[in-house]
């Protein structure tokens, strides 16, 4: 097969799974400030 396919297909990968790590660490840093500020708190209405 053509060798610019593969590259293409390496840098593919490359770029999910920087997406990936980068939902992640988004996910922890969200987690980590609800565990740190005591998760959500409800309002009172009036």
Known sequence: MNPD??????????GMTAI???II???LAVH???KLTGG???EPKG
């Open 40 to 42: 959500r708190r409800k």
């Open 32 to 34: 980590l400030i609800l």
């Open 25 to 27: 660490v988004i996910y």
């Open 5 to 14: 396919f593969f590259k293409s297909l390496d840098l593919m990968g490359k």
């Open 20 to 22: 990936f790590v980068v």
